[in-house]
């Protein structure tokens, strides 16, 4: 048998992801010597912070993959933290220089998901509509930027989530494939949030800067209904983003959500189009058609009114995963079909 050497083990580390970071624990200088002697490798790591959550299952993941070297029989694990210095060296080469990363000119796709009241299920679609694009194996990121009525963490399973916190950098909480992020994670259970104009504002740019999403396919945001500060500013940061409003069948609601899209508008974003959320059930018909007709784009979607929906909504399990025959589910694959078929081109955008 080959003796081993210092170099396979590394190969070997390289292979070990940090889970929040979701990169190699070698690109991100936490492994610091390697040394193989009489078939003991013995591995210097370091953790980003004291108390690191992920701890366990990165020291786990460096046993096994050391201890499958061929030749290794044994690990000599010395396992510590990073200093300040190291740590902030970590989190700027992280961040790279960007103050907005996902502005004007990322890579990123950035999709905002509107409503033009509350109750219309605008929260479910999105937790639902990045879990579908997460399982096609994109990587996705949800801003819950419903400041008030915050319900993603619940509607995906990861109500008690908490982020980590590397220096000033805030790694998300992971939900069925999705790197999340809400206020509901920074405050204690029913405590509501009463904040004006200012402190919105400054909380929706940290949600962009300080939280380390890594490199996003999509980065969707589930907005507050109606046309208020949180709507504005993100239209100011990110005139970038694309916007689907969600409306119900009622024909009521169509003016109503048509507000929502215009005042995307106004910030230079561009609606992709309307999804009709709880069809065929007791909220009538024709919103989703005549929201699409006011704003001159397709409905994307028709999600029929699904009691599957509601229970994985109340059980933190995605109905397009926990129950993907549902009628529901398969609207909302179609939903993603729609979206990632997409090009992005002037449609729905205002010109002037």
């Given at each position: ?10 190969a ?7 889970p ?16 193989v ?5 013995r ?5 980003t ?7 366990d ?5 460096v ?25 902030e ?10 103050s ?9 796709r950035?999709i ?10 605008k ?11 997460a ?24 109500a008690?989530?908490k ?14 494939g ?23 504002h400054?909380?929706m740019q940290?949600?962009?800067t ?7 396919d ?5 907005l507050?209904?109606g ?13 970038n983003?694309e916007?689907?409003?969600?409306t ?21 974003q561009?609606v992709?189009g309307v999804?009709?959320n709880?069809?065929g059930?007791v909220f ?16 994307l979607a028709?999600?029929?009114l ?8 109340d059980?933190?399990a ?14 909302l694959?179609?939903l ?17």
């Amino acid at each position: 048998m080959t003796s081993p050497s210092a170099e396979r083990v590394r190969a070997a580390l390289a292979r070990v992801q940090d889970p929040e970071i979701r990169k190699p624990i070698t690109e991100l200088d936490m492994v610091r010597g390697v040394e193989v002697t009489d078939a003991v490798a013995r591995v210097e790591l370091r953790l980003t912070i004291v108390g690191c959550p992920a701890a366990d299952r990165i020291e786990s993941d460096v046993r096994e993959a050391v201890l499958a070297v061929p030749g290794v029989e044994a690990i000599d694990l010395d396992l510590g933290v990073m200093t300040p210095a190291e740590r902030e060296a970590l989190v700027t080469r992280l961040r790279g220089v960007r103050s907005m990363p996902f502005g004007p000119g990322t890579l990123t796709r950035v999709i905002a998901v509107s409503s033009g009241k509350g109750g219309v299920g605008k929260s479910t679609v999105t937790a639902e509509l990045a879990v579908e694009l997460a399982s096609r194996g994109l990587a996705v990121g949800l801003v819950d930027a419903d400041v008030f009525g915050f319900s993603i963490p619940g509607i995906l399973g990861i109500a008690d989530a908490k982020p980590t916190q590397v220096g000033d950098m805030i790694l998300p909480p992971v939900a069925h494939g999705v790197k999340v992020i809400s206020i509901g994670m920074f405050v204690e259970d029913r405590t509501p949030v009463s904040w004006r104009g200012p402190l919105l504002h400054r909380t929706m740019q940290q949600f962009l800067t300080d939280v380390y999403f890594g490199d996003l396919d999509v980065l969707l945001l589930d907005l507050p209904p109606g046309t208020g500060d949180v709507a504005i500013t993100l239209g100011q940061l990110l005139p970038n983003a694309e916007v689907i409003v969600v409306t119900t069948p009622q024909a009521a609601a169509a003016g109503v959500a048509e507000r929502s899209g215009l005042v995307a508008r106004q910030t230079g974003q561009t609606v992709i189009g309307v999804v009709e959320n709880m069809t065929g059930g007791v909220f009538g018909s024709g919103g989703g058609d005549e929201v699409a007709r006011r704003l001159e784009v397709p409905v994307l979607a028709r999600i029929p009114l699904s009691p599957a929906v509601t229970a994985g909504g109340d059980s933190g399990a995605p109905t397009v995963l926990a129950d993907p025959a549902d009628a529901a589910a398969a609207a909302l694959r179609g939903l993603a079909d729609a979206v990632t078929a997409r090009g992005r081109g002037l449609a729905g955008r205002s010109l002037l």
